[in-house]
């Protein structure tokens, strides 16, 4: 089974991070907003790792994309 995966678009003044219906936004980091998420998700001890866009991610506004990590 592949790790959940987490896309985050450019939100306001900020960045707005998405992972299984759950949301979680970050005014100075995409990186925090993805980590936020899959907190929400999957507990404090999980943790994220960027990802490569796919192919429909820019038209569909996604800057980044993660994984999440579960650190035990």
């Given at each position: 089974?592949?790790?959940?995966?987490?896309?985050?678009?450019?939100?306001?003044?900020?960045?707005?991070?998405?992972?299984?219906?759950?949301?979680?936004?970050?005014?100075?980091?995409?990186?925090?907003?993805?980590?936020?998420?899959?907190q929400?998700?999957?507990?404090?001890?999980?943790g994220?790792?960027?990802?490569?866009?796919?192919?429909?991610?820019?038209?569909?506004?996604?800057?980044?994309?993660?994984?999440?990590?579960?650190?035990?």
């Open positions: 089974m592949s790790d959940p995966i987490i896309k985050v678009r450019a939100a306001g003044n900020g960045y707005t991070a998405t992972c299984n219906g759950k949301r979680a936004s970050c005014t100075w980091s995409h990186e925090q907003a993805a980590k936020s998420v899959a929400k998700c999957y507990g404090e001890k999980a994220v790792a960027p990802d490569y866009l796919q192919d429909g991610d820019v038209a569909a506004g996604i800057q980044y994309r993660y994984h999440v990590t579960h650190n035990h």
